[in-house]
């Protein structure tokens, strides 16, 4: 069993392109952390003479200085987020990035865009933490636009760009503009199944789009733009990369008792939860096709995965 999962394991690497940031194997050394960051120290629980050291990851400021140390120390990045915020994971992080690096260097779909290796990605939703835009530009070089709706996600974000000057060039905070007043969530039950709609609104409509919104396995997004009205008409991206809202409600948000990487509503929940969030991308990208080499998100559900992949076959593409 166990020769089977690191088989599998090991086939999954290469498929990624070989390089994968593993916490099973390469598990932060808390003890060397502990003696190097004096402030990460108190976090760092130390049960047992035989066993590694840990910390609490129900307590959301421990997660926060690891996250930071983590980065300071393997990548050499100054960072913080305030309160309440969405703390990241490093590993994960790495992952998409490094799963990016391998499918840009691919020729699945010819590179038109960049030239040298100088990718350029927008994230969608980049968050007071700008994780995904810090990475790529301090471990490949890749220059970026990070949006966001909400003031407190803008001026972080740009608190922790300015925070890292030699890569601050080659990243840009854009705010993307919504109206809208306090949200709420009306629900309807139909035969079709749930629509969910947000109450308020945008300076930018968006047009509708090929895909069927209200097929009884989909919810409608409504929201501030994601994609379309976002970027410019005069733009070229190599890729775009999301962390959508992977939940419906804040209570869904918090089934997990086991860990607490915090999250305000706007990060973590929208109408429709992921699944909306990224149908939305897959429409954007019929208008935005030719700005951008590859639309790619990060899918939190698997049953999920199997209704976008539905989805792309009603597209009506040229």
């Known amino acids: 069993m166990g020769g089977s999962k690191k088989r599998k394991r090991k086939r999954n690497e290469e498929q990624r392109g070989g390089t994968v940031y593993s916490e099973r194997e390469n598990p932060p050394d808390f003890a060397l952390l502990a003696s190097l960051y004096p402030e990460f120290h108190p976090f760092v629980q130390f049960l047992h003479s035989h066993s590694r ?4 990851w129900t307590d959301f400021n421990a997660t926060r200085q690891l996250t930071r140390v983590l980065l300071h120390h393997r990548h050499a990045l100054n960072w913080w987020i305030p309160d309440g915020n969405l703390c990241p ?13 391998h499918l840009l260097s691919s020729d699945i779909i010819p590179n038109t865009i960049s ?6 990605g927008f994230d969608i939703g980049t968050g007071a933490s700008c994780i995904y835009p810090l990475l790529g530009a301090s471990l490949h070089g890749w220059s970026f636009v990070g949006s966001d709706v909400t003031n407190v996600a803008i001026e972080w974000a740009e608190r922790n760009v300015n925070s890292n000057p030699h890569i601050s060039q080659l990243i840009e905070i854009r705010k993307v503009q919504d109206n809208a007043s306090d949200p709420c969530v009306e629900v309807e039950e139909s035969v079709n199944g749930d629509n969910i709609a947000l109450c308020g609104s945008t300076d930018v409509e968006v047009a509708p789009l090929p895909l069927d919104l209200h097929a009884c396995e989909n919810r409608n997004y409504h929201g501030p733009p994601i994609l379309v009205g976002v ?11 999301c962390n959508p809202p992977f939940f419906e409600s804040l209570e869904e948000a918090g089934l997990n008792p086991k860990t607490s990487c915090g999250g305000t509503s706007q990060e973590m929940v ?4 992921e699944r909306a969030f990224i149908t939305r991308i897959i429409e954007d990208s019929t208008q935005l096709k030719d700005q951008f080499r590859w ?4 899918v939190g559900k698997n049953q999920i995965s199997s209704t976008l992949h539905q989805n792309f076959g009603r597209l009506e593409l040229p």
């Open 115 to 120: 030239s040298d290796g100088k990718f350029r």
């Open 270 to 273: 929208c109408p429709g939860g």
């Open 295 to 298: 639309f790619t998100s990060m």
């Open 231 to 241: 970027v410019r008409d005069d733009e070229k991206f190599d890729f775009c990369m």
């Open 89 to 101: 994971t490093v590993p994960n992080r790495c992952n998409y990035i490094h799963w990016l690096q």
């Open 53 to 56: 050291p840990t910390i609490d």
